[in-house]
């Protein structure tokens, strides 16, 4: 069993690494990736902790999952295999971002008459649920009755969707373009191989994409993309056929993992998804494991 994509305090995840290796060790996991957002901090906590390391049995591929996007629409890149010491990450001012994001949907709620109280809606980096403006507003917007008349008009409204669903969706009032804040998909993609790594689409379903299918198939003819996330715990059946089919048409690369994110997303486990939806054998990476490093 294998699990390629999953996060830790270093970003937005709540185990250490520390708890991590206890954990994926304890579940005989055979190879695992830290793909923390923008980051690669757990590898050089590695580093500094060799004895960190003895925690875990299995084999470990260096990675990160980079914000990135494609026509305008924020989406991540999961790098494999990177030199976590010569990759230069795009550095993000998440708190300059998120506050100017909260700002926006504070401006969009008076339009619209929602009601939301200014002493709950703010960013505190340090607090999860106060990390990320679409989650601070799309739970204190819930909190109040008086909003769910034009709620219901607006559509899906909740807290843990809101970012793909209307910040992230050029279709919604809530939409917020994140161009300026993230480097270019060929960019990164570029750096990504400079560091000797493999570049994979994540999460390619989660996207609010007008045409999914058709922009995913855009992505892999137009950049130089490795391969794709192609089992991931809210994929459909049919969604993850289609992603085999497309990786298969364009001889990209597969992969999967659960996005495991510990307290912060408690329905996943590292491993095994949601309610044991996924099982990842490791010759699922046969073809492309030889061309990455593994610590």
Request: overall charge negative; proline content about 2%.
């Amino acid at each position: 069993m294998i699990d390629l994509h999953i996060h830790t305090n270093h970003s937005d995840g709540t185990d250490t690494v520390q708890e991590l290796f206890e954990k994926a060790n304890a579940k005989n996991i055979e190879i695992i990736s830290i793909t923390d957002h923008d980051s690669v901090d757990a590898y050089f906590e590695l580093e500094k902790n060799l004895e960190l390391r003895k925690l875990y049995n299995g084999k470990i591929i260096v990675g990160s999952e980079i914000k990135t996007s494609f026509e305008k629409v924020p989406i991540e890149i999961l790098a494999y295999g990177i030199d976590y010491k010569k990759i230069k990450i795009h550095k993000i001012d998440m708190d300059k971002m998120q506050k100017e994001i909260l700002q926006k949907m504070k401006m969009v709620c008076n339009d619209l008459g929602l009601k939301y109280d200014e002493e709950n809606t703010y960013i505190d980096r340090k607090d999860s649920t106060k990390q990320f403006g679409a989650l601070v507003m799309g739970t204190e917007l819930l909190k109040h009755e008086e909003n769910r008349e034009i709620i219901s008009k607006i559509g899906e409204f909740e807290p843990s969707t809101f970012f793909r669903v209307h910040q992230s969706n050029s279709e919604s009032p809530f939409y917020f373009d994140e161009t300026n804040f993230s480097i270019n998909i060929n960019e990164l993609i570029s750096e990504i191989h400079k560091s000797g790594g493999l570049a994979f689409l994540a999460h390619g379903f989660v996207y609010p994409f007008k045409n999914k299918v058709e922009t995913i198939e855009k992505i892999l003819t137009t950049t130089d993309i490795d391969g794709m996330e192609c089992i991931y715990p809210i994929f459909s059946n049919e969604e993850r056929k289609i992603i085999f089919e497309l990786c298969k048409k364009y001889n990209k690369f597969t992969s999967g993992g659960t996005d495991y994110h510990a307290k912060n997303k408690p329905n996943i486990d590292l491993g095994t998804g949601i309610n044991n939806n996924m099982l990842i054998e490791k010759e699922f990476i046969s073809n492309w494991l030889p061309k990455v490093k593994l610590i």
